[in-house]
C-alpha cells in the first residue's frame, strides 16, 4: 500500500524538532525530541506509527474566527477574505515524514455556527490533538475557548489529548493591542495545559511553524504511547510464563511498577 503513495513532499519533511511560540504555555520546552522516540525511530521501532495510524485533529472555536481560513493557508496556501460558514465538518488529510517516519494528519475542520454545532460534535471523538482557535481582536471569542474545550473534551479521554490555544487575524491587531490579549490568552492556555500560538492566515505568519509543531508533538505522544503499550505487553508476556515461579513474578511486577513512574 505504502509503495502506491506519492513521495512525502519535501516541505513537509521535518527533522528536528519545531519550537514552541512562548515558553510560557508550551506543551514542553525541550530543545528536541524525546530521546526515546529519537532511538525508536533510528531502529524503526515505532510501531504502527509510520504504517497505518493516521492521528486525527479537530479544530474548534467560534464562528468567523478564522479556523477553515487557518487550515486553507496551511494545505493550500490559499486565502479567501470572503466569509463561507461550514456547515457541519470538513476534512483535509496533510502527510509528514518525521524522524524519517511517514506520519500522516487528518485536520477536521467544525463548523463554529450555533445551529451546526450539534452535526461537527458528531465528529469530535477520537481526536488526538485538539486545537481551539480564537481571534485575537474579540475578547469574547476568546472566554469562549473555555466552553469549546469542555464540548470537545466530552467526547475524548482528557488523558490522552494534546491541546493548543490559537490566537488568529493577528495582522489586523496593533502590537500595544495584542500584547494585552497575549497576556490573557497565556493565562487561559496555562489553566487548559494548552500550548499557546499566535498566526495570520492572511500574510502566513506562524501557520507552517504551527503546523509543525502540531505534527511533531502528535507523533512524538504516538511513538510514546506505541513504546509504553510494547513494553506492556513484554511485562505481560513475563508474568504469564513466570507466574509459576513467585521469584520472577516478583520480579516483573516490580519491573512494571517502575515503568508505571
Ligand atoms: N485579516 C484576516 N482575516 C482573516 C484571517 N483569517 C480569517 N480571516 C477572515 O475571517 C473570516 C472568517 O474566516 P473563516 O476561516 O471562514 O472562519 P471559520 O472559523 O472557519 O468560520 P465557521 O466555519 O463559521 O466556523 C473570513 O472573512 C476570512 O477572510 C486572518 O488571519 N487575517
Known amino acids: 500500500m505504502m509503495s ?4 512525502v513532499r519535501r516541505d513537509r519533511i521535518i527533522a528536528e524538532l519545531p519550537q514552541c511560540f512562548h515558553k510560557e ?6 530543545s528536541s525530541f524525546h530521546p526515546q522516540v529519537t532511538g525508536a525511530c533510528q531502529e524503526q521501532r515505532t510501531g504502527t506509527v509510520g504504517r497505518f495510524k493516521i492521528s486525527k485533529i479537530i479544530v474548534v472555536g467560534d464562528l468567523s474566527v478564522g479556523k477553515t481560513c487557518l487550515i486553507n493557508r496551511f ?14 465538518v470538513d476534512f483535509e488529510m496533510e502527510r509528514f515524514e518525521v524522524l524519517g517516519v511517514p506520519f500522516s494528519l487528518q485536520l477536521w475542520d467544525t463548523a463554529g455556527q450555533e445551529r451546526f454545532k450539534c452535526i461537527a460534535s ?6 488526538q490533538a485538539i486545537v481551539i482557535v480564537f481571534d485575537v481582536n474579540d475578547v469574547a471569542s476568546l472566554a469562549h475557548t473555555r466552553q469549546w474545550l469542555a464540548d470537545a473534551l466530552k467526547e475524548n479521554d482528557p488523558s490522552n489529548v494534546i491541546l493548543f490555544l490559537v490566537g488568529s487575524k493577528k495582522d489586523l491587531s496593533p502590537p500595544a493591542q495584542y500584547s494585552l490579549i497575549e497576556r490573557d490568552a497565556i493565562k487561559v492556555a496555562k489553566e487548559m495545559h494548552a500550548e499557546y ?17 502540531v505534527a511533531s508533538l502528535t507523533f512524538e505522544s504516538s511513538v510514546l504511547a506505541e513504546l509504553e503499550k510494547s513494553s506492556a ?10 507466574s509459576a515461579d513467585g521469584d520472577l513474578y516478583l520480579t516483573a511486577q516490580r519491573r512494571k511498577s517502575k515503568c508505571c513512574r
Not at 78 to 88: H, R
Not at 122 to 127: C, D, F, L, P, S
Not at 233 to 242: A, H, N, S, T
Open 4 to 7: 502506491m503513495l506519492a513521495p
Open 25 to 30: 504555555a508550551a506543551l514542553h520546552s525541550r
Open 75 to 88: 494545505c493550500k496556501d490559499t486565502f479567501d477574505k470572503n466569509y463561507k460558514a461550514t456547515i457541519g
Open 122 to 127: 458528531t465528529y469530535y471523538r477520537g481526536a
Open 197 to 213: 500560538w499566535a498566526v495570520s492566515s492572511l500574510t502566513g505568519e506562524n501557520v507552517r511553524e504551527f503546523f509543525f509543531r
Open 233 to 242: 505487553r513484554k511485562i505481560g508476556d513475563v508474568v504469564r510464563i513466570c
